[in-house]
């Protein structure tokens, strides 16, 4: 199993330290407070009301915090390793993330907890969903800094998650700015393919079939895979058919089998490429199988190979956005 698809499958189970983009937050702003001219509010988050800085000068970020506050260029002095994100991020991103500290790593028990005291932290910014904080020692961060869950639930809540993250470290302005540059180009592009897209019904081939189980992995609206090729007007269809909270909501494993029941009814169907431009594992058995050959959308050649599918802020998002435009443009031309 690849790194990439340990992340997603224990994302799945809710129970890896970074797991599924999401909104797990509450809809509450932070709320300031004059407290005596201090300089500290009070934040609402997924672990409570908590007092922060206004301005944070030394900031710790895990999970899904850690793309959305390099990006917005937050004071960072440690985080914990983000290797599915490395191939969305910009030369300059990547460089910071490479510089700085790494005091936890990919899952909760990788938390070290005296590198990120060493690094004193003025608040601690968690990217994880309710269920997981129950792995890591709250109490134990509480006592070095000020900690802040914002956490994930479905994968299309990237956006309001990576808001309140951005706005946690002070940096709610530069966060602004990179969602107006995406939601412009997002717009232009619905623009483009609007007519093309109207018609259509899609299905989505996610990247986390287990070729050793014989299944396939389907996504649906507001998954990984969906949710940003949505911002431009392309129709999932179709819905799980037992939800299982949280990601388990949106996306489903079925047998390779039921791939003309999953997909016989789409108009065209997209698919989930590696960073590298090549189908993974999961995605390849079913390219290759004749039941995949025989379905409605692929004799008609509507099926569009779509990268950088994982994308969790605005900035990495506009990489996705360039895929999509990349793989649509044969729609113009029929």
């Excluded at 995406?182 to 081939?205: D, I, N, R, V, W």
């Excluded at 594992?281 to 779509?306: M, N």
Aim: net charge negative.
């Amino acid at each position: 199993m690849s790194v990439r698809q340990h992340w997603r499958l224990t994302v799945a189970a809710t129970v890896a330290l970074v797991a599924v983009t999401g909104c797990g937050s509450s809809d509450a702003d932070t709320t300031a407070t004059s407290d005596g001219g201090s300089g500290t509010r009070v934040f609402s988050a997924d672990n409570g009301d908590i007092t922060i800085p206004v301005d944070p000068k030394r900031v710790v970020a895990t999970g899904y915090a850690v793309p959305a506050l390099i990006e917005a260029d937050a004071a960072l002095v440690g985080i914990s390793t983000w290797k599915r994100g490395l191939p969305m991020m910009t030369e300059q991103d990547r460089a910071t993330y490479d510089r700085l500290a790494k005091v936890a790593g990919e899952m909760a028990a990788e938390t070290n907890y005296e590198a990120i005291a060493a690094a004193k932290p003025d608040v601690i910014v968690i990217g994880v969903p309710k269920p997981v904080l129950a792995d890591i020692d709250m109490k134990r961060l509480e006592s070095i800094a000020p900690v802040v869950a914002i956490g994930p639930g479905l994968p299309d809540g990237w956006r309001e998650v990576s808001r309140k993250q951005a706005d946690a470290a002070g940096r709610a302005a530069h966060f602004q700015t990179t969602k107006e540059a995406y939601e412009k180009k997002a717009g232009e592009l619905k623009e483009k393919y609007g007519s093309a897209l109207t018609s259509l019904k899609f299905g989505h081939l996610g990247a986390y079939g287990e070729v050793a189980k014989g299944n396939f992995h389907r996504e649906f609206a507001k998954s990984w895979g969906t949710n940003i090729s949505q911002d431009i007007g392309v129709n999932y269809y179709g819905a799980v058919k037992e939800k299982a909270g949280g990601a388990l909501d949106v996306t489903e494993y079925p047998a390779l089998e039921e791939l003309p029941e999953s997909f016989g009814e789409a108009d065209a169907i997209t698919y989930t490429l590696e960073a590298d431009g090549t189908p993974g594992e999961g995605v390849k058995q079913v390219l290759d199988s004749a039941l995949w050959k025989s379905l409605p959308a692929v004799k008609a050649g509507r099926v569009f190979p779509l990268a950088y599918t994982e994308a969790a802020t605005y900035e990495s998002a506009l990489r996705t956005l360039e895929a999509i435009d990349t793989a649509f443009a044969p729609l113009l031309t029929r």
